[in-house]
């Protein structure tokens, strides 16, 4: 794998360009999860730009390279004033489930002997991901059935001496719907918890929305209670990957997060992050995205978007067998199907018109549905999405459901995962027809049926085998 000679970068782009050709394309917004297009190709490209110019300094030692603690000033400080508190201290971190990791590390560490995370069904994964690196533990609090907003009531009889750490979604990923943040922050400042906002969708989108004129509900660090914020620059910022800001009320809070050891004899170790090394790529491509668009950019690309949301939501109500989950806040839009309609054979209909809609599996009495991430490219084609989205529903409606082959759920669900090897593993999926390296491609709606049939920790087990047997 390792070239005995060292190769020319014109073949190793071109290279990288034919690797990249089975890839969903990130510009244009027929890919409606994972990346976030302005629609304006100038100001990626000062992203990419500024990005390459910071790849090189390392994030390690902001003594060493002062010129990444200006630009972490003006990003995190950008932040804070968009979000209710000027001023407020903040990190520059990789991502969101990097901002919750320190989240939940600071509220843990500044009350020693609390364990619990209380938070919505629909919190983000990052939590439990975070209680589990952190040796903590979830409490999970229903949501409203209809609305899809975390229950209070149950928020109330969750919190308890325990708890180190409130939850709330501005908004919600799977419904896009904003939590009741002051009544949960109100809860848990009664009782001294601290609550986090989880505003890494939402905390560089909504207020561009509610300026644009949506009614948004109060979710800032100007709520009462609400004691830290992430908010993802890498979503609706739509700067490079690598870019979200943590925020704290108080800068007793954020040292809470950092990490500092001289417990070796080699270099002084502080951290502001999980990462200690990290390139300052992604603060200074965040950095020039911010600058490019300037507040009148985004509150453009507010406005685009919550048309484009607008006429998405009406337009998939008037597909027949489809209707939209919940009254959604931001730009997330969760489309049901029925029992006409099957969403995951959908999802591949679209894939087949060359569009990738997201398949959300059924949880906690919450249907499976298609998931759309409105962005500001989505306006220029929203009505052609809704044309693919009708034509990929009717396609559904023949082909009717996925079939799953009878008796597999409980097959695997009976199976000692952990006593089967990687190869054995993916032979099995070969002998029911699913074929494990053959992702991505039209044809997932089984494989999305057989795991949504499956309890959630089976379908965890199965995924990590799956990881497994990819990279084997
Ligand atoms: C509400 C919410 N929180 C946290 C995250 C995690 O963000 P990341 O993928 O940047 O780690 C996401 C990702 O989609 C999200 O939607």
């Known amino acids: 794998m390792l070239p005995e000679h060292g190769r020319p970068v014109t073949e190793l782009l071109a290279e990288l360009t034919t690797l990249k050709a089975a890839d969903l394309p990130v510009r244009g917004g027929k890919v409606t999860a994972y990346v976030y297009d302005t629609g304006l190709p100038e100001v990626h490209e000062a ?6 110019e910071m790849l090189e300094v390392n994030m390690l030692d902001p003594t060493a390279f002062p010129s990444m603690v200006a630009l972490e000033r003006q990003v995190v400080g950008a932040v804070a004033e968009l979000l209710g508190r000027p001023g407020a201290p903040g ?15 600071a509220a843990r560490d500044a009350r020693p002997g609390t364990t619990r995370v209380v938070l919505p069904v629909t919190a983000h994964p990052a939590f439990h991901k975070a209680a589990h690196y952190l040796g903590m533990e979830i409490v999970p609090v229903p ?4 609305t899809y907003r975390a229950s209070v009531p149950a928020f109330e009889a969750a919190l308890d001496e325990r708890t180190a750490l409130a939850v709330a979604s501005a908004p919600s990923y799977p419904q896009g719907v904003v939590d009741p943040v002051e009544e949960v922050a109100a809860l848990a400042a009664a009782r001294g918890v601290p609550c986090h906002v989880d505003a890494c969708v939402g905390g560089w989108l909504l207020p561009w929305l509610r300026e644009a004129g949506a009614a948004i509900p109060p979710f800032d660090l100007a709520v009462p209670g609400v004691t830290s914020i992430s908010c993802d620059l890498h979503k609706f910022g739509y700067a490079p990957k690598g870019a979200s800001v943590l925020l704290f009320r108080d800068a007793e809070l954020r040292r809470r997060a950092y990490f500092a050891s001289a417990a070796w004899p080699g ?3 502080i951290n502001a992050t999980v990462q200690s090394s990290r390139s300052a790529g992604p603060l200074g491509g965040a950095w020039a995205t911010l600058q490019a668009l300037g507040r009148e950019g985004y509150l453009e690309l507010g406005r685009r978007t919550l048309e484009a949301t607008r006429r998405l939501a009406e337009g998939v109500g008037k597909i027949p ?11 997330l839009v969760a489309i049901a199907g029925s029992a006409e309609v099957d969403v995951f054979v959908l999802a591949d209909e679209a894939r087949r018109l060359g569009w990738f809609l997201q398949p959300q599996l059924s949880y906690a009495g919450i249907p499976a549905n298609i998931h759309v991430t409105v962005t500001g490219v989505t306006l220029a084609g929203v009505d052609a999405m809704l044309e693919v989205i009708a034509e990929a529903a009717d396609a559904a409606r023949r082909r009717g459901p996925a079939d799953v082959p009878e008796g597999l759920p409980e097959l695997i669900t009976s199976l000692d995962l952990d006593a089967l090897d990687d190869a054995t593993f993916a032979e099995l999926a070969a002998s029911v027809g699913i074929d494990l390296t053959a992702t991505g491609q039209p044809g997932m709606a089984v494989v999305n049926a057989v795991l949504d049939a499956l309890p959630a920790a089976t379908r965890e087990a199965i995924l990590v085998r799956f990881l497994s047997v990819l990279y084997s």
């Open 143 to 146: 949501v409203d059935p209809v």
């Open 267 to 269: 270099y002084t170790i």
């Open 47 to 52: 992203a990419h730009r500024a990005y390459a």
């Open 91 to 105: 990190i520059f971190t990789s991502g969101g489930t990097e901002s919750i990791m320190l989240a939940v590390k």
């Open 321 to 331: 067998g489809l209707r939209v989950l919940g009254e959604p806040e931001a730009a």
